[in-house]
């Protein structure tokens, strides 16, 4: 990537970071089959050192509530996960 082009992404990532701070957002890269958050001022110091200078259309502001529920459903589900777990062991091994 030539240095203009770097420019011209970083300047135009620069004011997606301002509209997600005055959004009170996250952003937002989805990455392989996972995705990244950031929160506005996480991003600018990666920039910085020259990471995650990727185009606009990489992106999306989340609203961090929307984050804390997805987290949420994680942890519920991998508690029920584990109790099921608990429960096949103990009948296999006739555990109490």
């Given at each position: 990537?030539?240095?203009?082009?770097?420019?011209?992404i970083?300047?135009?990532?620069?004011?997606?970071?301002?509209?997600?701070?005055?959004?009170?957002?996250?952003?937002?890269?989805?990455?392989?089959?996972?995705?990244?958050?950031?929160?506005?001022?996480?991003?600018?110091?990666?920039?910085?050192?020259?990471?995650?200078?990727?185009?606009?259309?990489?992106?999306?502001?989340?609203?961090?509530?929307?984050?804390?529920?997805?987290?949420?459903?994680?942890?519920?589900?991998?508690?029920?996960?584990?109790?099921k777990?608990?429960?096949?062991?103990?009948?296999?091994?006739?555990?109490?």
């Amino acid at each position: 990537m030539s240095t203009d082009d770097k420019e011209m992404i970083l300047a135009e990532l620069n004011k997606l970071i301002d509209q997600a701070e005055q959004e009170k957002k996250i952003l937002r890269v989805i990455v392989m089959f996972d995705s990244i958050d950031f929160t506005p001022n996480e991003l600018r110091e990666h920039n910085a050192k020259g990471e995650f200078i990727w185009g606009v259309v990489n992106w999306h502001l989340i609203d961090p509530a929307d984050i804390e529920r997805e987290l949420k459903n994680v942890v519920e589900k991998a508690v029920k996960n584990l109790d099921k777990f608990q429960s096949r062991i103990s009948i296999a091994f006739n555990k109490k």
